[in-house]
């Protein structure tokens, strides 16, 4: 078994998600077509090989924490290289997941590993949240995109009223909590990034 393989094993193992050899070769793919992509189209800055298994691909899972069981309709807002959402959907089949990713050339890269994947459940729009209308989500996932006051002003509307956001936040979370309102609600998970010592904040922010 390769290192590559090796890690993928580990780290969804000690989420407790099946690491069958399915998805393990899908999430190989989509780290060798990252590698291809990112020399021409400068995608991440993130390359070598286990960065981006434990730094994109299961640091992405780490948000299920916080995503039922059920058919949820989730946006990965500002997705990039698909992060977290491309991930969530390869362990998570029966969840309906819309890519937002306004920079042409991310969204044609979500669109071609959409493709190679055979990604049934992923749907790519190439947009703005700020330019959505008419659409609403159960659940709003992101990465540092924005501070949590921001997100709350610039995607509320995308969520249903019951629904709610899930960011990965570092240190600055501390300090980006006193700037929230006080009516919404938080609840926080700290994680450590699976053999790693990287300490990661799985928040889940309800209106």
């Known amino acids: 078994m390769n290192k590559e393989k090796h890690l993928l094993i580990n780290g969804l193992s000690e989420l407790k998600i099946?690491?069958?050899?399915?998805?393990?070769?899908?999430f190989i793919i989509f780290l060798h077509?990252?590698?291809?992509?990112?020399?021409i189209y400068?995608?991440?800055?993130?390359?070598?090989?286990?960065?981006?298994?434990?730094k994109h691909f299961i640091d992405s899972l780490l948000y299920l924490r916080f995503i039922p069981d059920g058919c949820w309709n989730i946006c990965d807002i500002g997705s990039g290289a698909g992060f977290p959402g491309l991930p969530i959907a390869l362990v998570r089949s029966e969840l309906n997941i819309t890519l937002l990713e306004p920079l042409g050339k991310k969204a044609a890269f979500l669109r071609h590993i959409k493709r190679i994947l055979s990604l049934d459940n992923v749907k790519i729009t190439e947009s703005r949240v700020e330019d959505i209308k008419g659409i609403v989500f159960d659940v709003a996932v992101t990465r540092a995109l924005f501070k949590v006051s921001?997100?709350?002003?610039?995607?509320?509307?995308?969520?249903v009223e019951d629904g709610f956001f899930i960011m990965n936040k570092g240190p600055a979370l501390l300090d980006e909590i006193k700037e929230i309102p006080?009516?919404?609600?938080?609840?926080?998970?700290?994680?450590?990034?699976?053999?790693?010592?990287?300490e990661r904040n799985i928040v889940k922010i309800m209106r």
């Open 182 to 198: 006080v009516d919404v609600k938080l609840e926080i998970v700290p994680v450590i990034l699976p053999s790693t010592s990287i």
């Open 33 to 39: 077509q990252l590698k291809k992509w990112n020399r």
């Open 150 to 159: 921001e997100l709350l002003i610039k995607a509320g509307h995308i969520i």
């Open 18 to 26: 099946n690491p069958s050899n399915e998805i393990i070769e899908k």
């Open 42 to 54: 400068n995608l991440t800055a993130i390359t070598k090989d286990e960065d981006i298994i434990m």
